[in-house]
């Protein structure tokens, strides 16, 4: 901080620019979802809380509302399953492989999401699967398309407990794998599995792309419905998108508690009895 | 038949040999130490005793029963790992209970074993602390008991006070000894500190590049290494190496002939007269005097004082003598009797020399 001082206003500058630049367009969008009017005028015409009523008593609020949260645990349940099994199995027996999931796992970066769903179509679309345009084939694709998400925080937290050590000495203790891997392995990469969960959770739940070409329509999810609204009433739309934004920034919240509590757990001393309650709880385990 | 029968076992790594036709057998309740320097296959062969690897032929026998490919949670071995290994989401009490719960015992019985065991390693107020709370003494402790809980058939203990403070390390191998001493259970050790073997163990393994050099008590060991590199690896030896020119008397000619050394007469015809051999003696045993004045023991030569170390109750004299440097321990009282680069005399007796057939002067192998 001393030194930022002794450079002078220019870090500021930078620091201030690009806070504006990031906030600008939220501060304006909660501003316009509370606007009576502001098309005319510099400043909104006067202020009100009625088109968060208008977004909330459209009958199709609550199922847009259900369908992203379904989607959304969906996914994140899915990909739990799927992936965490698989990192700790590479991680611990193939550590040869590590690489290859890796870049696997960063594919879903390098293609485009409408690329990714006319391919799915086509495949899935086909015997025996004849899963086309379904919620189970939108969770699919949202599996892979946040792969990045899960993989990455589960793989640090791994490498952050040593696992192969921590599986040997439940082994010795007559400990069966499932057992190892629900009472030892899980509850020490729990942090990873919350925040790639969180990540991915936020991310479905504002997914636009993938779900308007995969299902359309048939499936309306709460995305589909503020791009309704777009075209139709701006400010019903902000209220949308505010009420979108607090879900993600609540979730990135429990992100940064979560990684602040891992790191204290693993760097050592400093352990509040709230941590000790947390962990037991996560555990499972208690005496 | 021995407990525990580890049978010409064999593993390799992409070519490279791990651990090469190990025999060993191990009685019940015995301390064996697996001793020798890193890469030497002393923890690949621990773990294929745990179950951790499999061995590429040969057999694990355990009380009779062929073990070799059982997988580890079925071996019943309770194990000890240089980095403690606790549950970090579990408490001390709730590490040393694991395996009771894993093997399904009533609460009261886990309660009560728990408890004793933690008062065993003198941690029972410690029950409600996590490893990230503990020392790492603390925590060795708590792996201790852990392993210890499930009645382990045979206890492995891999390098388990490396990663301690040398205060610790001393303290806790002892109440490790008396801990096995107390419980009467079959151990095996690895480390790769020669004084914590030589201190702990009913009967030392010695190992190097794969291959068991000598297996005996500590003192056979120490007092009667079996090869070169045993000599050299456990504690420090000074070397002659020399002629034998008549092997009834004991007489060998070293440094071409200006020093003749006696040693026990040679019956066992593992050197021919005429043939070449090395005269080992500890620094302990050679005795260190003014020029003249010590006429007792058989061997007696002139060298010069080069360095005086204060090791403790000892100190370590560096001498030389024709470019050879000779090392000699004295009570650390005596130090000040001897001026440095003055010439001394030092004399050994003839048991205290332990003869090698062939091998050149030099650590090459360490």
């Known amino acids: 901080m001393a030194t930022m001082k002794k450079k002078g206003p220019l870090p500021g500058l930078f620091i201030g620019g690009f806070l504006f630049y990031m906030l600008l367009p939220i501060v304006a969008t909660y501003a316009f979802s509370i606007a009576t009017r502001w098309d005319r005028t510099i400043l909104p015409e006067g202020l009100t809380l009625d088109w968060y009523k208008v977004a909330f008593m459209d009958r199709w609020f609550l199922i847009v509302f259900k369908n992203s949260l379904v989607l959304s645990f969906s996914t994140v349940i899915a990909s739990i399953l799927i992936i965490v099994p698989t990192a700790y199995w590479v991680h611990l027996r193939v550590p040869r492989a590590r690489p290859i999931l890796d870049l696997i796992s960063t594919l879903p970066f390098a293609i485009p999401g409408v690329v990714l769903s006319l391919g799915l179509i086509r495949l899935y679309a086909q015997p025996p699967l004849m899963l086309a345009r379904t919620p189970a084939m939108l969770v699919a694709a949202y599996v892979i398309f946040t792969m990045p998400f899960m993989y990455r925080p589960v793989v640090n937290s791994l490498k952050a407990v040593n696992i192969k050590v921590l599986t040997e000495a439940a082994q010795s203790l007559g400990s069966s794998w499932l057992r190892t891997l629900r009472q030892v392995i899980l509850p020490n990469i729990m942090p990873g599995i919350i925040s790639g969960g969180l990540l991915v959770f936020a991310t479905i739940f504002g997914e636009f792309t993938i779900a308007t070409f995969l299902v359309g329509a048939r499936y309306k999810t709460f995305p589909m419905q503020l791009v309704y609204y777009t075209r139709r009433d701006g400010r019903i739309a902000s209220a949308y998108s505010v009420i979108s934004f607090t879900i993600a920034w609540v979730s990135s919240l429990i992100i940064l508690w979560v990684a602040a509590w891992g790191a204290k757990r693993t760097s050592g001393s400093g352990h509040s009895i709230k941590d000790k309650d947390l962990q037991i709880n996560i555990a499972g385990d208690q005496k | 038949m021995s407990y525990l029968v580890l049978k010409n076992l064999n593993k390799a790594y992409e070519g490279t040999i791990a651990v090469n036709d190990f025999n060993l057998q191990v009685e019940k309740g015995e301390f064996i130490s697996l001793l020798g320097p890193s890469g030497c296959g002393k923890t690949t062969t621990l773990r294929m005793i745990a179950g951790f690897e499999t061995p590429d032929n040969g057999h694990i026998q355990l009380d009779g029963e062929d073990i070799t490919s059982a997988s580890p949670n079925q071996r019943g071995m309770g194990m000890v790992f240089q980095s403690y290994a606790l549950f970090p989401n579990m408490t001390a009490w709730n590490n040393v209970a694991f395996g009771l719960r894993v093997s399904k015992q009533p609460s009261t019985v886990v309660n009560k074993r728990v408890n004793e065991l933690l008062d065993l390693v003198g941690l029972a107020d410690d029950g409600h602390k996590y490893a990230a709370e503990m020392s790492g003494g603390q925590q060795q402790r708590v792996a201790l008991a852990r392993a210890l809980a499930i009645e382990p058939r045979v206890l492995l203990l891999d390098e388990p006070l490396s990663a301690l403070d040398a205060v610790v390390r001393v303290s806790l191998r002892h109440e490790i000894r008396r801990i096995q001493t107390a419980l009467g259970i079959t151990t095996i050790y690895v480390t790769h500190d020669q004084e914590e073997a030589l201190s702990i163990s009913d009967r030392v393994v010695v190992m190097r590049q794969a291959v068991i050099e000598q297996i005996g008590t500590p003192e056979e060991i120490y007092v009667q290494p079996q090869t070169h590199f045993v000599a050299t690896f456990v504690g420090t030896i000074n070397q002659f190496p020399g002629i034998l020119k008549d092997s009834k008397l004991g007489l060998v000619a070293c440094h071409s002939g200006d020093l003749n050394l006696f040693v026990p ?21 050679i005795r260190v005097n003014k020029i003249g004045t010590d006429h007792d023991l058989s061997n007696s030569l002139d060298a010069n004082l080069k360095t005086i170390t204060l090791l403790g109750p000892v100190t370590r004299l560096t001498l030389e003598y024709h470019g050879q440097s000779i090392f000699a321990d004295i009570r650390t009282v005596d130090r000040h009797r001897f001026d440095l680069n003055k010439p001394v005399q030092l004399s050994f007796s003839r048991e205290a020399c332990s003869i090698m057939p062939k091998v050149e002067l030099s650590n090459g192998d360490n």
């Open chain 2, 265 to 285: 007469p040679i019956t066992d015809g593992k050197v021919q007269d005429g043939g070449a051999l090395t005269i080992m003696v500890r620094p302990e045993e």
